[in-house]
């Protein structure tokens, strides 16, 4: 069985006397963990409602600039904000069917080379060697272990 022993700046102490010291770290940190569950949960289920509301507060936010633009020219609020809308949702739609063009090109050059990652993976013998290291950091632990048991 390996010794419930942990080092402390510099001196050992048992694993009891560490949580013991540290109990209220302990307990922080696992409110913490406990309210980022919660607040993800909340959001997964907030979010589909929400957000219309939020892109349209987005969409507005970003036509406001070109609407007031539309107005110094001395064009109606409502013919403003049609203009702005066709400017907004225009340049939204050529931003998106360049970078769709670009994704294309950048998954077929990948699928193009696939099998050379595949040659390169074969030839890696990383897992035997992360083995054999994993093996000889465990025993040296367990015999770290054993001197204080």
């Given at each position: 069985?390996?010794?419930?022993?942990?080092?402390?700046?510099?001196?050992?102490?048992?694993?009891?006397?560490?949580?013991?010291?540290?109990?209220?770290?302990?307990?922080n940190?696992?409110?913490?963990?406990?309210?980022?569950?919660?607040?993800?949960?909340?959001?997964?289920?907030?979010?589909?409602?929400?957000?219309?509301?939020?892109?349209?507060?987005?969409?507005?936010?970003?036509?406001?600039?070109?609407?007031?633009?539309?107005?110094k020219?001395?064009?109606?609020?409502?013919?403003?904000?049609?203009?702005?809308?066709?400017?907004?949702?225009?340049?939204?739609?050529?931003?998106?069917?360049?970078?769709?063009?670009?994704?294309?090109?950048?998954?077929?050059?990948?699928?193009?080379?696939?099998?050379?990652?595949?040659?390169?993976?074969?030839?890696?013998?990383?897992?035997?060697?992360?083995?054999?290291?994993?093996?000889?950091?465990?025993?040296?632990?367990?015999?770290?272990?054993?001197?204080?048991?």
């Amino acid at each position: 069985m390996l010794a419930c022993i942990c080092e402390v700046k510099g001196r050992y102490v048992s694993m009891r006397a560490f949580y013991k010291k540290h109990m209220n770290v302990i307990i922080n940190i696992a409110l913490l963990a406990a309210t980022l569950a919660i607040v993800f949960i909340a959001i997964k289920l907030i979010i589909p409602y929400f957000l219309p509301f939020l892109l349209g507060l987005i969409l507005a936010v970003v036509m406001e600039p070109v609407v007031k633009i539309f107005l110094k020219l001395k064009m109606p609020r409502a013919s403003a904000t049609g203009m702005a809308m066709l400017v907004t949702v225009g340049s939204l739609a050529t931003i998106t069917w360049f970078a769709v063009a670009k994704i294309v090109v950048e998954l077929s050059l990948f699928i193009a080379d696939i099998p050379f990652y595949t040659g390169v993976l074969k030839n890696l013998s990383v897992t035997h060697e992360y083995r054999k290291a994993r093996r000889n950091i465990v025993r040296k632990a367990v015999a770290f272990c054993q001197r204080y048991d």
